[in-house]
T-cell receptor, first 112, second 116 residues
């Protein structure tokens, strides 16, 4: 069975500080993709970053980076220099041969 | 490009009614999928399709039917609505490459369904 676990239901971070959102996954397959999506209060799903299972370098996209530890099956999202607009729900997801599995999400609140 | 469109945005049904949620994409994506989002549970896959004429079940398929007669459209049918189907429904599409290759999903804006 495929499974994504996000153990932090809610987190607070001070504006301009960095924050790490945790994600672990469970799969017996060697080929998979890992994604992070942001869902603001308006409800749309916004793609942030992708990591392929064969990628040796950690993915980065602007202020977002993905700390990929394959042996530990973890794919944590790091947001640097948090902004007030980063306050939202964040979902980790895994693509395993076109079946996508999502975690339960982490609600991030950025404090001014 | 309009991307992924969903209609309606909001819907209220009575128990036992049937309806179809519409989803269309104009990106020529092979892969399309339907999710439901319930509070505290993230998104769960209902059904998906890897191309016209091909559909398969996801995690929570009971009570829902799908068909894929064209690449562009992937409607979701609720056969006999139940209060447990009150949720936000998202449709998504992607190029459909296998896992391990870049396969970003593009999401529609969602349909908020309430079943009384």
């Amino acid at each position: 069975a495929q499974k994504i676990t996000q153990t932090q239901p809610g987190m607070f971070v001070q504006e301009k500080e960095a924050v790490t959102l945790d994600c672990t996954y469970d799969t017996s397959d060697q080929s998979y993709g890992l994604f992070w999506y942001k869902q603001p209060s308006s409800g749309e799903m916004i793609f942030l970053i992708y990591q392929g299972s064969y990628d040796e370098q950690n993915a980065t996209e602007g202020r977002y980076s993905l700390n990929f530890q394959k042996a530990r099956k973890s794919a944590n999202l790091v947001i640097s220099a948090s902004q007030l607009g980063d306050s939202a729900m964040y979902f980790c997801a895994m693509d395993n041969f076109n079946k996508f599995y999502f975690g339960s999400g982490t609600k991030l609140n950025v404090k001014p | 490009n309009a991307g992924v469109t969903q209609t309606p945005k909001f819907q209220v049904l009575k128990t036992g009614q049937s309806m179809t949620l519409q989803c269309a994409q104009d990106m020529n994506h092979e892969y399309m999928s339907w999710y439901r989002q319930d509070p505290g549970m993230g998104l769960r896959l209902i059904h998906y399709s890897v191309g016209a004429g091909i559909t398969d079940q996801g995690e929570v398929p009971n009570g829902y039917n799908v068909s894929r007669s064209t690449t562009e459209d992937f409607p979701l049918r609720l056969l006999s609505a139940a209060p447990s189907q009150t949720s936000v429904y998202f449709c998504a599409s992607s190029h459909g490459l296998a896992g391990g290759n870049y396969n970003e999903q593009f999401f529609g804006p969602g349909t908020r369904l309430t079943v009384l």
